[in-house]
């Protein structure tokens, strides 16, 4: 099957979900929002670092309709059972019963005071790896936050409609993340990476040459971020940013730092600060020269600053895994590889690897057979094409 034609059929299956579950009429639209890998950057968002994410030709659809009251329902393609509510139960946070729909329901409470005080009806589904690494959660609030801008006729900007999502899962959800997500989702332009400088929200985009492909790595690890060990990063992080602003120069994120700062601040920035510090401050040194290889259109020194920033990651910010390093450990030591790197926060989902245009063939099976002996587990590989942003597509 074709991706095209994949696409169709999973935007029929959406439908037919939707006319079986609410019946249909003809009056329901359909839109899509992309999902993303970021080339390099990890975990710099949420430190007021630059990143470089690309977004996707996989992400999330949703079918809805406007209701004429204030009921919601929402459907998956992948889950038999809804989750249902009404616009004055959903609260200022998410609750246990919410699952997988408190993403959209963020979006509803941070578009509240724009929107007429009626619920909808909604399928959601797609054909991005959930929990994978891919902003499968950001792609679910962008499609519906731009769904309901476009069915209300509120006229925000996508960068508006991003930070709205942004709000919905740093806040509703309750995951203390960076921007990256919702902007690379929001904003994405095909054949382009976003350089998305996250301590203003400025961003600028960077066109891709032809001289390599994207191809993901999914481990099949699932992972959960809205608590534990990443928020853990996050406050480790802070408390850098604390010691750093007491023992060498006040700045006003943790990115902002150079290799001399953290020199100067040795005696007391010290075990999982410095890591975290060093990582993030030398993260930056690569988005810099990721940006250049794009433009040079050098797709080995982009390489090389992807596994430098996967080594970085594994050894100073700890956010890697057994099945991460084992895959990435072997794309790069096949040819036509030029570089590695696991992507999003790490503790499982996927890895990305650039290699040579056409090389797909070449590179996998080897790949897949290094990762089935050590795991008993079968990878997924999938060669990406750079998407646009979010759309109505039916």
Known sequence: MTERAAQSALVASL????ASEFGGSRQEAVF???GRVNLVGAHLDYNGGDVLPVTVDLGVYLAIRPRDDDRLRLRSVDQRDGIDARLGELGDARRPEHGWAAYPFGVVRGLAERLPERGFDAVYGGDLPMASGMSSSAAIEVVTAYALDRLHGLGLENRELA????GAESRYVGVQCGIMDQFASALGRAGHALWLH???ASFEYVEIHAGFQVLVLDTKKTRTLAGGAFNQRVAECGEALAILRMHARSLPTLAAYNEADLAHAAPWLAGVHLKRARHVVSEMQRVARGVAALRAGDSRALGA???SSNRSTAVDYEVSCAELDAITTAACAQPGVFGARLTGAGFGGCAIALIEPGSAERVIPPVRDDFVRR???EP???VLTAGGGPRRVG
């Open 15 to 18: 439908l037919a979900r939707f």
């Open 32 to 34: 899509f929002a992309p």
């Open 163 to 166: 930070l709205i999502c942004h």
């Open 198 to 200: 996250c301590a203003d």
């Open 305 to 307: 600053a992807l596994s």
């Open 375 to 377: 795991f008993g587990v």
């Open 380 to 382: 997924g590989f999938r």
